[in-house]
């Protein structure tokens, strides 16, 4: 897990230095979709780490997603005015719930 953090925190710094933008192409498509472009990314910063590429394209993918997502939430609140808002429970409070959704 702390492995797995430490992957997610490097990979995000490189993904600013880099500025790169995993929402818009060549690494999502006009569908949301994954591109081309992710496989050689991971490549890149696998490398880098000395980590599995596997590992690596994993957590950037989840990564582009959460973009994705966020983006998707900036739009709806723009057209709709409702805002959804992700609050994260500490451990003890996880067993009663993992998300809440206000509106």
Sequence with gaps: MAQKKYLQAKLTQFLREDRIQLWKPPYTDENK???LALKDLA????DKLECCENEVEKIIEEIRCKAIERGT???NYKTTGIATIEV???PRLRKVSNFLKFM
């Design 88 to 90: 994260f429970l500490p």
């Design 33 to 35: 979709e994954v591109g």
């Design 73 to 75: 939430g900036n739009e």
């Design 43 to 46: 490549k890149k910063y696998s």
